[in-house]
C-alpha cells in the first residue's frame, strides 16, 4: 500500500482530535479498502469511482469469510470520512461513496444474559491478584455503565473520580456524554486506583506503560477489543456459563434499565444512540423474553406456543 499516494499520513492528521480507538478503526478499515483497490488496478484515491466502491461493497458481502452488513456499514462510514476529507482538501473532484449504502441485515435480537447469569458472572468475591482485579473491573464498567468497548478502551484515568456517580465517555462520532457509575464499580475503582492499577504494571506489564490509560494489557498498551473478548469469555468460562460476546453485556445493561422501568429516552442518552430508534429495539428484547419465560414456565404456555 502507497500511503503517500493515498495521503494517509495526511489523513490520520486530519483524525487527530477523534479518540485513539475511532483512529485506529479508521485507518484499519480504510487499509483495508486501498490494498483491495490496488489490487483492482486502483493507484490512488483519484482513481476509485463509484462503481468501485460499490464492488467493494458486493465483495465484502459475498468473499469466503463474508462481513456482517453492520461491519460493511461501520467501514463504509470511515470510507465517507476519508474520501469527504479529500474531496474538502480538494484532492479529488468527486464523493464516490455518495448514494452508497451498506446491505440490509435481518433485525436480529441482541442476546442478552439472564438475572440469573448476571449474578453468578458477578458473585461477590474479593480479586485473587491485580489480574483479577483488573479482568473483574474491565466488565463491570461494561454491564454496570453500558459501555460500548470502544469508549472502555478508549478510557483515561483522568475520566474517573470514584466519588462521583458518573463518568464522561468519548462515544460514537466522538460525541462525549455521561454514563453512570454503580457502586460495585466504585468499589473496584477504589482498589484499582492507584494502587491495583501499580500492582498490575509491576507484576504483569513488560513493556512501557500507557501512562493515560486506565486499563492496560500485558505490554502497557490499552486494552484492545480482543483483550476485552478474551477477558470476557475466561470469566464466563470459569463460572459455567455460555460464551457471550462484550457487547452483550451492554445490550443487557439497557434491557434491564428497561425492565426496572426507565424511561426509554433516558436509556437512549445514557447509551448514546442518536436516534430512539436504536434504542426501542430493547423494547422487542423484553418482549420476547417474556415470551420466552412464559412458554417455558406457565401451565399453558407451551400450548399458546404452539
Given at each position: ?70 461491519t460493511i456499514a461501520r467501514k463504509l462510514s470511515a470510507l465517507r470520512r476519508y474520501f469527504g476529507w479529500l474531496l474538502g482538501e480538494g484532492h479529488i473532484k468527486s464523493d464516490p461513496t455518495v448514494n452508497i449504502s451498506a446491505p440490509q441485515g435481518d433485525a436480529r435480537l441482541p442476546r442478552v ?38 469508549e472502555l478502551c478508549g478510557l483515561d484515568i483522568t475520566n474517573l473520580n470514584t466519588e462521583r456517580v458518573a463518568m464522561e465517555v468519548l462515544g460514537k462520532g466522538d460525541k462525549p456524554r455521561k454514563v453512570p457509575i454503580n457502586a460495585p464499580s466504585r468499589q473496584l475503582l477504589n482498589l484499582w ?114
Amino acid at each position: 500500500m502507497n500511503e503517500e499516494t493515498w495521503r494517509v499520513k495526511e489523513f490520520g492528521l486530519f483524525l487527530t482530535a477523534s479518540s485513539t480507538a475511532t483512529k485506529a478503526a479508521y485507518e484499519s478499515d480504510l487499509t483495508g479498502f486501498i490494498n483491495w483497490s490496488e489490487e483492482r488496478g486502483c493507484p490512488d484515491a483519484l482513481a476509485v469511482q463509484r462503481n468501485d466502491v460499490r464492488a467493494w461493497v458486493a465483495n465484502e458481502s459475498n468473499k469466503k469469510k463474508p462481513s456482517a452488513p453492520a461491519t460493511i456499514a461501520r467501514k463504509l462510514s470511515a470510507l465517507r470520512r476519508y474520501f469527504g476529507w479529500l474531496l474538502g482538501e480538494g484532492h479529488i473532484k468527486s464523493d464516490p461513496t455518495v448514494n452508497i449504502s451498506a446491505p440490509q441485515g435481518d433485525a436480529r435480537l441482541p442476546r442478552v444474559f439472564q438475572h440469573r447469569e448476571i449474578d453468578r458472572l458477578f458473585a461477590l468475591a474479593i480479586p485473587k491478584n491485580p489480574l483479577d482485579l483488573r479482568d473483574r473491573l474491565t466488565i463491570e464498567l461494561l454491564y454496570g455503565s453500558g459501555l460500548r468497548v470502544a469508549e472502555l478502551c478508549g478510557l483515561d484515568i483522568t475520566n474517573l473520580n470514584t466519588e462521583r456517580v458518573a463518568m464522561e465517555v468519548l462515544g460514537k462520532g466522538d460525541k462525549p456524554r455521561k454514563v453512570p457509575i454503580n457502586a460495585p464499580s466504585r468499589q473496584l475503582l477504589n482498589l484499582w486506583i492507584p494502587e491495583g492499577s501499580q500492582a498490575f504494571d509491576q507484576a504483569y506489564v513488560s513493556g512501557t506503560r500507557d501512562p493515560t490509560a486506565l486499563l492496560v494489557n500485558r505490554r502497557g498498551n490499552r486494552l484492545t477489543r480482543s483483550n476485552v473478548r478474551r477477558i470476557l469469555l475466561g470469566l464466563l468460562r470459569a463460572k459455567g456459563l455460555t460464551d457471550r460476546s462484550p457487547h452483550a453485556l451492554r445490550h443487557t445493561f439497557a434491557t434491564h434499565l428497561l425492565e426496572g422501568g426507565a424511561d426509554l429516552r433516558a436509556i437512549q442518552e445514557v447509551l448514546g444512540h442518536a436516534d430512539l430508534a436504536t434504542t426501542q429495539i430493547y423494547t422487542h428484547v423484553s418482549r420476547e423474553e417474556l415470551r420466552e419465560v412464559h412458554t417455558k414456565y406457565h401451565p399453558r404456555g407451551k400450548q399458546t406456543a404452539n
